[in-house]
T-cell receptor, first 108, second 114 residues
Framework: KNEVEQSPQNLTAQEGEFITINCSYSVGISALHWLQQHPGGGIVSLFMLSSGKKKHGRLIATINIQEKHSSLHITASHPRDSAVYICAVTPTGNQFYFGTGTSLTVIP | ETGVTQTPRHLVMGMTNKKSLKCEQHLGHNAMYWYKQSAKKPLELMFVYNFKEQTENNSVPSRFSPECPNSSHLFLHLHTLQPEDSALYLC?????????????FGPGTRLTVL
């Protein structure tokens, strides 16, 4: 069993819809990361958080440490948001456990 | 150049070839990583280097040999690979602060082993 589980695995949305991707983990962590991977392969770090909520533009990430759960929300989704979104956790500084990713397609 | 760069971006090699992947980070970070990404699987950590010293080797076969000559450069030497080694190989770097670090990824090398 993977230490990090994401849902859904695949998601298709209409442009403008509000999107939520969920992440659950089973280990104690110092931080949780949300990453974005476009079809070309490169990965970009969207958020690193250890409590509460962070917002960057149309993206919002929340974490509940007690429930070992995090969500990534995208408001007013756009086709350029189409990518794979990966949740990762760090039990310690150099250790990372990754989810399998959520493939998002936003249709115009 | 900024961020983390990787070369080559694509590589096709036979099972008897020897090749090397190169990673360079321009961020002044103290840790560098090699990951393997296969289809439908989570990212797999292969190696971690802190201040040029290898601190993690996640049971990676010896046909993969890392080298970290300085804190900005990381290599992955490949020899006698198998077709199942075909994957996207990603390099990342980070600066660990108070036990937490954010990773910055390179664009990856798409490797195909024939």
């Amino acid at each position: 069993k993977n230490e990090v589980e994401q849902s859904p695995q695949n998601l298709t949305a209409q442009e403008g819809e509000f999107i939520t991707i969920n992440c659950s983990y089973s280990v104690g962590i110092s931080a949780l990361h949300w990453l974005q991977q476009h079809p070309g392969g490169g990965i970009v770090s969207l958020f690193m958080l250890s409590s509460g909520k962070k917002k960057h533009g149309r993206l919002i990430a929340t974490i509940n440490i007690q429930e070992k759960h995090s969500s990534l929300h995208i408001t007013a989704s756009h086709p350029r948001d189409s990518a794979v979104y990966i949740c990762a956790v760090t039990p310690t500084g150099n250790q990372f456990y990754f989810g399998t990713g959520t493939s998002l397609t936003v249709i115009p | 150049e900024t961020g983390v760069t990787q070369t080559p971006r694509h590589l096709v090699m036979g099972m008897t070839n020897k090749k090397s992947l190169k990673c360079e980070q321009h961020l002044g970070h103290n840790a560098m990583y090699w990951y393997k990404q296969s289809a439908k699987k989570p990212l797999e950590l292969m190696f971690v280097y802190n201040f040029k010293e290898q601190t993690e080797n996640n049971s990676v076969p010896s046909r993969f040999s890392p080298e970290c000559p300085n804190s900005s450069h990381l290599f992955l030497h490949l020899h006698t690979l198998q077709p199942e080694d075909s994957a996207l190989y990603l390099c990342a770097s980070s600066q660990e602060l108070a036990g937490v670090s954010e990773q910055f990824f390179g664009p990856g090398t798409r490797l195909t082993v024939l």
